[in-house]
Structures are given as structure tokens and as C-alpha cells.
């Protein structure tokens, strides 16, 4: 979703993306004329006012006019329009304008833009440079513990990489639209969720979207976890503004949910913002009563993402208001007998960091958060802690595939249905999140993902002894030989079409499989370049299955990953030898489906 104040892409992160502002020194710009610093003050001028107004898409088309017009940039002008990026979950051109600020700028970059470009690297898979930058960001934020940490957090960063949940099955519902799907909350035998309303006259300035609104939905299918046609929830609910994440009491009578802070207009604090604010409303007579904001809720903090234990006697909430430890922090208020609140209470630092914990969900003993300040793949992951008469555990990240390189949150789950769903960013989704149905896969679906390949007479006896194998990251890919492409060319060698023929060969004895092509280069050359040259050579390598007779719907994408996902040491600046570059050249066909549902 890409709405920002509390993620980094929808409402769901209002509380925390601006609330801290990322200094570096400043450095004067210097231009070719006297015309172009005229130019590049006034629109620096106009880029600083809808940066601060939060409308990051419109400021960042300003801030690259403006970074082309200086022939020396100023640190804080690249930062900001990598900000403008980030805060949309754009990581890619996050990525780009974060190391441009470090290559230029590194002595001087703060913590906190290094911890926005760890992420920016993670939200691209560059997880070598990603630890390198974390073991800068320690040493900037506690030089003494900088070594103790960089070790147990490479560990721990190692592990997740590896690890992979292949017993659970992931589904992309059909609900899903090319704007946001977020948020799921059990409803009875339906579900809420937040979505952009594509008919909504108002527009949202952070990322150029419509406003959000509550929706609701039936389980149709309940293997798959797809939902019916949805509609919008109640018009005493929704508004011209955001409302999302919601929470039930047991009889389904009161809900709970976030807004934007307005009556007839917008409500802004001390610091000039529209905070969240949590909201109450009541079931009578098959009609919402009007929303009543909860007596904690101030106009100076924002309060959020709301849910409600089990016998609904505890809302567990995210807010950034006095006596949080970081950006955002989940608290916990008990709802007493005569309806009234406790003071809210701080989970404490098991739970809570310096950066962002949202989205709270409580099963029994159990409760699931997503986080940014744990460690994980990238942007937010998913976490489950156990509550003891001892306090939380320390919280367990939840592995691929629920988890991935971008957002990951807002999870709900049935335990003893073993399945769920959740909200999440990652590539290959719909649009900008969707919502994820999880379960455990059946015996059936297990057992075709073992069955031996059958391989035409024309493919070596090799392939057939193993046609699949894990790459780096875990995930299921074809077995093949290198594929090589001429130099600075995207052709397709006569090697290339032998290692293409097997890749025929495997979707021929799986007629249900689908696959995903990723194109990769060596470090050598400029970013830009490596990437679209990758690009070339993902959409020659579809263009000749497709040629052969592969159905094009069984390519789910072609996607070039530039120099962005080395496997070894040899990035930018790192003396290595032709075969070791040599390495990184390669293409995958990733499995997204081997079986017949």
C-alpha cells in the first residue's frame, strides 16, 4: 500500500516514517551558469514544500529536476528525494539515491539514512552490501557495541537467508487489485480489510493514490482463502479520509479502528500533523453508530492498528506517544467492566526497539507483530513471541516464504486451522500490497512436489537425475547449466538454447508449473546499465520459450536484477578475478508452481 505514516506504503504506517528527520551536513551545490542556480532555488523551493506537506511523489519529480540542474549536489537534497521513494516502498529508486548519498557523502551520512539504505539494499536483495551497512549503522549509533552486534546480526541474517517454511503454501487471493489490499481482520465468516477506493474523488498527496476505505467480504473459498465480491463496509464507517484496521469484540457489536484525526477537517497536532487516532463504534438495530474517539487518544500522538485479546478484556494498539522506546511501539490498555480504559502500558523492549513494531495480533499466549527493527529480510517482517508469566519471549521471525525482501505485515491466523492470511509488498503481488492467504499444504500437494521428472529423449541423462535445486535464497529453481550470453548482448547463444531446451523439457512433464525468469549480471559497468541490460536478456530468454511453445501464462515474469544480487564478494570496487565476475553472470527460472491445484 503506499500511503505512509506507520509502514512504509500505507496508512498502516502513519505513526512513524516522518516523525524523525534524517540530518547530515550540509554542502553547498554548484552549477554551470547563474540561470541554473536561479532555476534549481526555485524549484528546491517548491520540492522542500510538498516534502513537507508529505506529497512524496510530486516531491520527488522536483528534487530530480533539481539534482539535475546542480553540477554537485547537496547531500540533504538527495536524501530527501530518496526519502520521497522509501516512504512508497520504491525501493528500487530508494536504493539508487541512497548510495549515491553515500558513495559522495558517506563520512557524513547519519544513522538513521543508514539504516534507511540497509533496508533499501535488503528491499533489493543485496544482502552483502546490506550487512556492511549494518555494521556502520551500529558503529555509528554505539561505537562499543558495534562488534558484538555486527557478528550476531550477520549470524542471524545468514540463517534467514537459508531458511524456508516448505510445508506452507502462499496465495496471492483474487480480491487483490493493481492499488492496495491490506489489513484483514476476521468479520464472523467474512473479512474486513482496508483498500484504496478506486471511485474515490480525493486523492491522497504521499503517494498520488485514492484515500482508504473499510471493505468487507465473504471466505468463499476456504481452502484457498479466496473472498467474495466485497463491498464497503458501512458509510457511518467510512469517509473521504482513511480508515483502516480494524478489530471485533466476540459478538461481533463493537469494532474498533484507525482514522485519520478530523471532524469536518483535518486535526493537526503541535508539530502540524494529522495524526491516527483509534475510534470506537457499536451494532444497533443493523446500523454503526457514530464513531467516538477513545479517551487516551490525544491530538498530539498518533494511535493505531487496534486488537483486541481474546475475551476482548486487552486492545493491544501501536502508537509513538510518550514512553515509547522507538519511531512506533505496541502498547496494551485494559478495557475494564464499566467500559473505561487503563492507562496504556508499554510491551517493553522484548517487543519494542528503537525503529518500528505495528500491526499486533493476539492468538491465546501468542502474539504476532511485524517490525523493522528485529532482524529480517527487508522492510517489515512478521514475528511471533510467546507471553509467559515471565514476560514475551524474544520474538522468532517467521522465515520465507510468509516473510520477504520488502513489507510484510498485518497477520491474522486460525492455529487450529493452520492457515491465515496477511498483508504484503513483495514482487510479483497485484498491486502496490495485497492480502496473502497461508496454510500448510496438503499430502497431495507435498507429495507431487517430490515426483521424479520424466525428460524428452533430446534433454542430457543429468537432468533428469535432479531437475530442481535451491539458489541462494531458497527458493526452487530449474537445474540447468550456466546460460551465457554474448558480451553486452541479450542474443541467444546455441548454449543458451540447449540450456532453454531443458527448461521446455521441465514445463512439458509439469503442466501445471509456473515459473518466474530472473536475468543477473556481474558487478562491471554502471548500475543503470547492468540492470537493463539484465532486463533485455530476462525478456529475449521469454521471448524464445514463448517462440517454442511455452504458453506465456505460464511465465509469471521476466525481471532483470541488473548487478543488484551478487553470490560473492565482487561488487563495486572489489578486485576480482573474470571467473570470479564470471559467477554472478546467470539467469534462474524460479518455481512458483509445480502442482496441479
Known amino acids: 500500500m503506499k500511503i505512509n505514516l506507520l509502514k512504509y506504503g500505507n496508512i498502516a504506517i502513519f505513526l512513524g516514517c516522518f516523525l524523525f528527520s534524517s540530518l547530515i ?38 528534487y530530480e529536476e533539481a539534482v539535475s540542474l546542480s553540477t554537485a549536489n547537496d547531500p540533504k537534497v538527495i536524501g ?62 554505539d561505537e562499543e557495541r558495534a562488534q558484538k552486534m555486527e557478528k550476531k546480526n550477520n549470524e542471524a541474517l545468514d540463517s ?26 476476521y468479520y464472523g465468516d467474512k473479512i474486513v480489510y482496508s483498500a484504496n477506493d ?21 471466505i468463499k473459498d476456504k481452502k484457498n482463502g479466496h473472498l467474495g465480491e466485497p463491498k464497503k463496509f458501512s458509510d457511518k464507517v467510512n469517509t473521504e479520509y482513511h480508515e483502516a484496521d480494524v478489530t471485533f469484540t466476540n459478538d461481533g457489536k463493537t469494532m474498533y479502528f484507525t482514522r485519520n484525526n478530523h471532524k469536518k477537517k483535518e486535526r493537526r497536532g503541535k508539530d502540524g500533523i494529522n495524526h491516527l487516532m483509534i475510534l470506537k463504534t457499536t451494532l444497533k438495530d443493523g446500523a454503526w453508530s457514530k464513531p467516538e474517539i477513545l479517551p487516551f487518544v490525544t491530538d498530539e500522538y498518533s494511535y493505531g492498528h487496534p486488537v483486541l485479546s481474546k475475551d476482548n478484556s486487552k486492545m493491544y494498539f501501536v502508537s509513538n506517544m510518550p514512553g515509547s522506546i522507538g519511531q512506533t511501539d505496541i502498547f496494551v490498555v485494559d478495557i475494564l467492566a464499566n467500559g473505561s480504559f487503563s492507562a496504556p502500558k508499554n510491551l517493553g523492549d522484548k517487543i519494542n526497539t528503537t525503529k518500528k513494531e505495528m500491526f499486533p495480533y493476539v492468538v491465546g499466549d501468542k502474539l504476532y507483530f511485524a517490525s523493522d527493527g528485529h532482524i529480517g529480510l527487508g522492510g517489515l517482517d512478521l514475528f511471533e513471541s510467546t507471553l509467559s508469566t515471565d514476560g514475551y519471549s524474544e520474538p522468532v521471525n517467521l522465515q520465507r516464504p510468509i516473510n520477504s525482501n520488502m513489507d510484510d505485515f498485518a497477520m491474522i491466523i486460525k492455529p487450529k486451522e493452520n492457515n491465515g492470511y496477511f498483508s504484503s509488498n513483495r514482487i510479483g503481488g497485484r498491486g502496490n500490497d495485497d492480502i496473502y492467504f497461508f496454510r500448510n499444504k496438503t499430502q497431495e500437494e507435498l507429495d507431487a512436489e517430490n515426483q521424479t521428472v520424466v525428460v524428452i529423449d533430446t534433454i542430457p541423462e543429468s537432468f533428469a537425475e535432479r531437475e530442481t535445486v535451491k539458489n541462494k535464497d531458497s527458493l526452487e529453481v530449474i537445474n540447468l547449466n550456466r546460460i551465457l550470453f554474448p558480451f553486452d548482448k541479450a542474443t541467444i547463444t546455441a548454449q543458451a538454447k540447449t540450456e532453454l531446451t ?33 532486463q533485455r536478456r530476462a525478456d529475449s530468454t521469454k521471448k524464445y520459450l514463448i517462440s517454442n511453445g511455452l504458453d506465456v501464462t505460464r511465465i509469471k515474469g521476466a525481471v532483470g536484477y541488473g548487478e543488484s544480487d551478487l553470490l560473492n564478494k565482487c561488487s563495486d570496487g572489489v578486485r576480482c578475478t573474470r571467473e570470479e565476475h564470471h559467477i554472478n553472470r546467470r539467469s534462474e527460472f524460479v518455481v512458483i508452481k509445480k502442482f496441479k491445484e
Open 25 to 62: 551536513m550540509a554542502q553547498q551545490p554548484t552549477f554551470k551558469d547563474k540561470a541554473d542556480k536561479k532555476l534549481y532555488q526555485r524549484v528546491l523551493e517548491e520540492a522542500n514544500l510538498m516534502y513537507k506537506r508529505l506529497k512524496y511523489v510530486d516531491a520527488a519529480k522536483k
Open 80 to 141: 530527501k528525494l530518496a526519502d520521497c521513494y522509501y516512504y512508497n516502498s520504491e525501493m528500487k529508486e530508494a536504493h539508487k539515491w541512497y548510495e549515491k548519498m553515500y558513495v559522495e557523502h558517506k563520512d557524513n551520512m547519519s544513522s538513521a539514512y543508514l539504516f534507511k539504505y540497509m533496508h533499501a539494499l535488503k528491499g533489493n536483495n543485496r544482502y552483502s552490501k546490506a550487512k556492511k551497512i549494518d555494521a556502520e549503522y551500529l558503529e555509528k549509533i
Open 160 to 185: 534467514l537467508i537459508a531458511a524456508r517454511n516448505n510445508l506452507i503454501r502462499i496465495i496471492n487471493i483474487k480480491t487483490n487489485t493493481g492499488l492496495s489490499e491490506f489489513g484483514p481482520m
Open 198 to 218: 478506486k471511485y474515490g474523488k480525493k486523492i491522497y498527496s504521499w503517494d498520488g493514490n485514492p484515500f482508504l476505505d473499510l471493505y468487507v467480504a465473504d
Open 502 to 534: 531443458k527448461v521446455l523439457a521441465f514445463m512439458q512433464s509439469y503442466p501445471d508449473a509456473i515459473i518466474e525468469i530472473r536475468s543477473h549480471t556481474d558487478s562491471r559497468g554502471p548500475v543503470d546499465y547492468n540492470q537493463k541490460l539484465s
